[in-house]
């Protein structure tokens, strides 16, 4: 049914014929007149009490129920485009993002508050989690936009945002302390203490180890670097993870070693579903992690 027509109808109840409501709607009569039999047509059903020339034209039962449909109709059309321009023009809608869990708070703070901003009316879900987590929050479109250290391919597509070379913390006494780098290979005898299998750098430094040709001995996990660290100082064993972070929760009776960026490094990407478009609200939150990384990376 259009719509266009749907308001031919109303015009002509409104102004109770068809010569006003071709005058108003600037349209030709026998266009209005053809116009009005198809929809009578298409709905088998007679909408006007055609009387003499002359005398008042008025709607019949089933044209009183489609002029109330049609009037929601109109109204609900021009309640969408107002909201659809208010979209793009930033001054309404939603932003969800998904934020990995590590990294999140030094990268994107100042992000996030430049956003809010530039764009107030915009209103912003964060929700933390790890990097498996965040492919499945994009599937169930929980999220639009995502950040992760996962490879973008056939169902994600996006960019890196952050890359950082991948550190070992040793015990300050351990034999590996005082090496100037490490390779995974070296770590084949030694106990690790891995992040929870929720975090995408838990696969990471898993399968880096296996294509280094050997199972990690894992001491145990956790989700937090902190706890992580603090552990290694007690002498559980050693722990991989980004130098930044390990920089950020150093202890004392820790070493950080370098890894060799030949067997891992940290790239954190921003991510998204392939194939479907972004809200204005994403996509003014992807332009603006541009512009940041062209000035200042991030």
Known sequence: MDLKVIRYFIEIIDHCGFAKAAEAIHITQPALSKAINQLEEELDLVLLERGKRGSQLKPTASGETVYRYGMELLKVRQEMHRELEAQRSLSAGELHLGLAPLGSAEIFSPVIARYRSLYPKIGMQLFVRGGIEQTIALKKREVELATGIIPVGEEFEGFCIRRNPMVVVVPKQHSLANLSKLTLKQL????????????????LVYSGCIKAGFIPKIATKVSHPDFGITLVAAGTGVMIMPQFIAERHAVAGVMRVPLSTDDLIWELSLFWRKGHPLSFAAQAMVELIHEQLATDPL
Do not use: R, V, W
Not at 194 to 201: G, V
């Open 188 to 203: 084949n005898d030694t106990p690790q203490i891995l992040f929870d299998e929720e975090y995408a750098l838990h696969d």
